[in-house]
């Protein structure tokens, strides 16, 4: 076989693989599409199916989260427990693949932190867990100092064992401060407003955690939060559920103001 033949072959099967892959890659982000459609109509269990059909990073790191969000809303007990922990070794998937992507560490926190808040926070410190949520958020950050998600789950991080522990125990023992999460609440507050975004989830989770920090103001604040909330049309079915969590939390305020 001659040498021009031979480069021809080679351009030919590289050719050939190259259409392959494009082929395979414009499938796998269709499907993921109709994936994250699903999870718009809130069809969280075929959005789940879907997703698990497909071993790219970014569909890991969706499927995570998705598993994630709908045990928060739908699971309990030890199910739950289960469903979070999926999650989370999903996570480590994507991990695998790329072990610089910052979304991939806010899923494995993301994943492990519900594991936590579903034992019981306290358990969860003594446990070592609440250390391995903080060690994933650290990296993510570390990776984007600009994400939003990592940004809030780490000021929760710090308002929860806050509220759990006290100041004193919490700072001492587990370097957990009530102004280190209102750091990091006001850099999510700040990159919304810069963004133009005004995100239902998120918006519920800065009330939560500014009902964690209990002060007066902070009570405020976490009110304020939840009636901007209620007044933006939602365009996702899980928007619909924050809502109605966030009525429950808007009581319990009044409960303690």
Known sequence: MGIFVK??????????????????????????????????????????????????LESLIFLSRT???????????????ESYLKAYNISK????????????????????GRYG??????????????????????KALELDD?????????GIWHAEIVNQAGHVLARGMYGAKSETARMHFNKVINLN???????????????????LLGEKKDLETSKAYIEKLLKINSISHIDNLYKKK????????????
Do not use: C
């Not at 590289?14 to 599409?33: E, F, H």
């Not at 998937?93 to 492990?112: D, P, R, V």
């Not at 600009?146 to 780490?154: C, D, E, M, P, V």
């Open 146 to 154: 600009n994400n939003i998600i990592a940004n809030l789950s780490k």
């Open 67 to 81: 598993i994630s969000i709908y045990t928060n809303f739908f699971k309990k007990g030890e199910e739950a427990k």
């Open 117 to 138: 808040q579903e034992i019981g926070i306290m358990s969860a410190i003594t446990e070592g867990i609440a250390t391995r949520v903080k060690t994933y958020l650290d």
């Open 93 to 112: 998937k994507a991990l695998l693949i790329s072990e610089t992507n910052t979304l991939a560490y806010t899923e494995a926190a993301h994943a492990l």
């Open 7 to 56: 480069q021809s072959l080679k351009i030919f099967i590289y050719i050939v693989l190259i259409n392959s892959w494009s082929k395979v890659s414009i499938s796998n982000q269709i499907d993921l599409n109709a994936a994250k459609q699903e999870f718009i109509n809130g069809s969280y269990d075929k959005s789940i199916l879907l997703a698990s059909k497909i071993n790219t």
């Open 246 to 257: 966030a009525i429950k939390l808007s009581k319990k305020i009044d409960n303690l103001s």
């Open 193 to 211: 407003s810069k963004n133009n975004s005004d995100d239902i989830a998120i918006l519920y989770e800065l009330s939560y955690g500014y009902l």
